[in-house]
Nanobody
């Protein structure tokens, strides 16, 4: 049974940093493309970052490139998202996800419950 549990969100000032974690269970996360996606109030899901299977190649949306870093700890079966230089526009519910399809819309077969990130002064 696939389970994804996010943590680490919170309230942060503009320019601040947070690290999100996602504990995966029921499967080996390193064998899959694993995603971070987010949903801002009143908007659809937005792809943020991906780490691709055993090779671990990473990808980022233009809006977060050079500010966010995705990583994983294979021994802990845990995914991370380090977020630096946070901006108001980064305020959203962040989800760890698997089996995502990214085109004009983002659809994921598996998502956690999400962790809220609020950027506010």
């Amino acid at each position: 049974q696939v389970q994804l549990v996010e943590s680490g969100g919170g309230l942060v000032q503009p320019g601040g940093s947070l690290t999100l974690s996602c504990a995966a269970s029921g499967f080996t996360a390193s064998r899959y493309w694993m995603y971070w996606v987010r949903q801002a109030p009143g908007k659809g899901l937005e792809w943020v970052s991906v780490i691709k299977g055993p090779a671990g190649t990473t990808g980022y949306a233009d809006s977060v490139k050079a500010r966010f870093t995705i990583s994983r700890d294979n021994a802990k079966n845990t995914l991370y998202l380090r977020m630096n230089s946070l901006q108001y526009e980064d305020t959203a519910l962040y989800y760890c996800a698997r089996d995502c399809y990214v085109d004009d819309n983002v659809r994921c077969n598996y998502r956690g419950q999400g962790t809220q990130v609020t950027v506010s002064s």
